[in-house]
């Protein structure tokens, strides 16, 4: 489903409907300028211009990961001022990591770059980038408790820059602080711990928690708040320095399915997903719920993501 504004910006509205994949959805991200959609789940991996609300075609490896062990869990598009052309990098269940990237002059042309098996081949359950000057690093973390980062150049391999693993803490959501020292935030799933790794080598230098659980996590373009689904009633804003929470957005959820929570419309706003098919949508400081949007009669609504197209928000 593809919401967008009403005319008098109150509202959401259903635009339009993308149908193309026949099994679960993992992940959904669009790319900085709101054209471009990847959909990743059970079935693979979609590309789709939202402008014409059409698919993509995808390279000749696609037909890989349509494999069920091998489904794809993540993924994130790479954004760089430098570069003309978009960058999709993902993860999967066997612990591949894969860049796809355009080429030629049309924004249908993907061709596949990187594809290797990280680690000891266990789950990537979240993938994130940093662009900084000439520099992009790639982060993953697995279900091994693993967190691993690269650098790459958009033209050869993954280089390493340091892998480690966590005591207890299975990674949901990373985030890399967008500061000069490069440090990851990592949210852990079943212990609800908030770590701060150092950005060189991996090292933790903080450690917070936001218990019980966190199923998915989103921060803020100020990194100064995050999102959390707490399984317990619904959605919660935290502070991240202190991982102390400030307000909770209640659905009461019947089961404690994972479902993602972003930030929408300038961080104005809290959508998130629900056990009974709809789209919940909450204005973030005064804590009330604004819409509910219909996704289906009964389905999970696990993955939700926000874009801007054109100065047009899009749910």
């Given amino acids: 489903m593809f919401f967008i504004p009403t005319k008098d910006g109150k509202e959401y509205r259903l635009e339009g409907c993308l149908i193309g994949h026949k099994n679960a959805i993992n992940s959904l991200t669009i790319s900085s300028n709101g054209s471009l959609l990847a959909s990743v789940g059970l079935d693979g991996m979609r590309i789709w211009d939202l402008k014409w609300r059409l698919q993509l075609p995808s390279p000749h490896q696609n037909m890989g990961l349509q494999n ?3 489904h794809v869990t993540c993924a994130c598009w790479i954004t760089c001022q430098e570069a003309t ?19 030629g002059e049309g924004i249908e042309d993907f061709d596949a770059k990187v594809s290797r098996r990280i680690g000891t081949g266990k789950e990537i359950m979240c993938i994130t980038y ?14 091994d408790k693993h967190v691993q980062v690269w650098s790459f150049d958009f033209k050869g391999p993954l280089i390493p820059i340091f892998s480690i693993e966590l005591n207890s803490t299975i990674p949901c959501t990373i985030n890399f602080n967008c500061t000069a020292n490069r440090n990851l935030l990592v949210f852990g799933m079943y212990d609800g711990e908030v770590h701060v790794l150092q950005g060189t080598d991996g090292v933790i230098i903080a450690t917070n928690n936001a218990r019980p659980l966190i199923r ?3 921060v803020d373009n100020a990194q100064t708040l995050f999102l959390i689904d707490n399984v317990m009633n619904g959605f919660s804003l935290h502070q991240l320095d202190d991982a102390m929470c400030i307000r909770s957005y209640n659905t009461n959820p019947v089961k404690t399915f994972p479902k993602q929570v972003v930030f929408g419309e300038k961080t104005d706003m809290v959508v998130g997903g629900s056990d009974a098919g709809v789209i919940y949508v ?13 996704h289906a009669d009964k389905a999970r609504v696990q993955t939700v993501t926000c874009g801007n197209n054109e100065c047009i928000q899009s749910i």
Avoid at 286 to 293: A, I, P, S, Y
């Fill in 130 to 143: 940093d662009h900084a000057r000439d520099d992009t690093c790639i982060a993953t973390g697995t279900r």
């Fill in 85 to 103: 052309h978009e960058t999709l990098c993902y993860g999967t269940g066997l612990g591949f990591i894969g860049i796809w990237q355009q080429q």
């Fill in 216 to 218: 998915h996590a989103s």
């Fill in 282 to 294: 909450f204005d973030k400081n005064e804590g009330t719920l604004k819409q509910v949007l219909k």
């Fill in 68 to 70: 069920p062990v091998n």
